[in-house]
């Protein structure tokens, strides 16, 4: 195969430099790029581009941001004027481990497939945040993440058992630093972090293990505080003194925990962020809560990261899927560009995954190419409380290491009625990746 494409290059070379006025488009193989985006908005905050721009691809890798790009330099080109072009959006927190069979469990019935929920709303990254444990992360792995071509990463609980329910997520034996440690080290770039959540008790054991076997593996501590004890452990204490600058506190719109005190942000929160402690919205099933939202970036108190907090009770209720949250702060007036950033570069930063999350040349093409729909809409939090909002972002496009994995209308693609009566398969390997 490689002898015969290479024969065919070189045959193809050999025709390019012949003298031929009217000389085809050049074919995929000796193509510079593989495919071409052409005449979207870019919005790239690391780069800080919100211009239209081409996107060249070669190689499942980001070859070229430009104002303008030659079609003739791409084997195939797509316009994507009108349409926003994004890096693939980065779901910081959602529950994938299913398949276990286990009932009532984050390691089982409560989580859900990523591929289902993944790249039809633009996002090519989600990390299950905490659903196993060094006991059950490498079933886990064999499970979901090796198998599933959504880019899956993972918070390792701190407790071993993971997410398995109240009995296991509040067992303090169980909720070891050195094992979790090992096993973020032992996968390193695939455990991209520790998680604590669900905890019922006053103690601080879990937050403190966590932070002991972040620190041992050099990755940052995610914590759902679980129940509220505002005496025994405040949350003004766990952001000012228990966190590390680069740790995240998830669920910051839920109320549950005094996040916002008197109609203001807790000063603890305030106190927090400027230490370097980050914020994440993991919106959830109960997580989510306008009452606290509006207030919050009212004062200013905007999230570091957008994430789902995705499983079985938030799919179809108020939170449904990755862009409905982003068209949430939308609504609470939020720029779009500010949206886009906190969720792909952002997060990628916040777990040190710098290859994705932007558009630099050499950056993994993962990328999602979304329209903004103006209309009257409408969007629920946790209680079901409505606010009505005029935009709403839709996946038109969504691309993995190079490939379309997605598409809504079909724009990559020919007419039917222009093919030949007996056409088959219209796309080719360098760019569609639609069907496995
Ligand atoms: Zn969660």
Avoid: C
């Amino acid at each position: 195969m490689m002898l015969k494409g290479a024969a065919i290059a070189a045959a193809l070379v050999a025709l390019a430099g012949a003298a031929r006025p009217q000389a085809p488009a050049p074919a995929a193989a000796t193509a510079k790029y593989d495919l071409l985006l052409k005449g979207g908005h870019v919005i790239d905050a690391r780069n800080d581009v919100d211009a239209v721009r081409d996107v060249a691809i070669k190689d499942g890798k980001i070859a070229l941001v430009a104002a303008s790009i030659p079609a003739a330099d791409a084997g195939k080109t797509i316009d994507v004027a009108g349409l926003y072009v994004t890096p693939g959006l980065i779901d910081l927190h959602a529950h994938v481990y299913t398949g276990t069979g286990e009932r009532n469990s984050y390691a089982g019935d409560n989580s859900v497939s990523p591929d289902g929920f993944s790249f039809r709303v633009g996002v090519t990254t989600m990390v299950d945040a905490g659903g196993s444990g060094y006991r059950n992360f490498e079933d886990f792995k064999d499970r979901i993440i090796d198998r599933s071509r959504t880019r899956v990463l993972a918070f390792l609980n701190i407790v071993g058992n993971g997410m398995r329910g109240g009995k296991f997520e509040s067992d303090q034996a169980d909720m070891e630093a050195k094992p979790a440690a090992d096993m973020a080290l032992k996968h390193k770039g695939v455990i991209v972090g520790i998680k604590t959540a669900h905890y019922t008790g006053p103690e601080w054991t879990p937050v403190d293990h966590a932070v002991e076997a972040g620190t041992a593996a050099d990755i940052p501590v995610m914590v759902d505080f679980g129940n509220n004890h505002p005496d025994t452990r405040p949350l003004a204490d766990l952001l000012t003194k228990k966190l590390r600058p680069g740790d995240i506190y998830t669920h910051m719109y839920s109320g549950l925990r005094n996040e916002l005190v008197d109609g203001k942000p807790n000063p603890g929160m305030i106190e927090g962020r400027k230490r370097g402690v980050i914020f994440d919205v993991g919106h959830g099933g109960g997580s989510f809560n306008w009452s606290i939202a509006v207030p919050m970036m009212k004062a200013g108190f905007t999230p570091d990261s957008i994430s789902t907090d995705l499983h079985i009770s938030s799919m179809n209720a108020g939170m449904k899927d990755m862009l409905n949250v982003m068209d949430k702060f939308l609504a609470m007036g939020e720029p779009l560009k500010t949206v886009i950033a906190q969720s792909t570069w952002h997060p990628a930063r916040e777990i040190k995954q710098d290859a994705l999350g932007h558009l630099s040349t050499g950056a993994i093409a993962d990328i999602a190419v979304l329209r903004l729909e103006k209309g009257q809409y409408g969007f629920l939090d946790m209680f079901g409380a409505r606010m009505a909002g005029t935009q709403r972002l839709v996946a038109e496009m969504t691309l993995k290491d190079g490939k379309i994995v997605y598409e809504l209308n079909g724009l990559s693609r020919p007419e039917w009625s222009t093919l030949p009566k007996d056409y088959k398969t219209t796309g080719a390997p360098t760019w569609d990746a639609t069907r496995r």
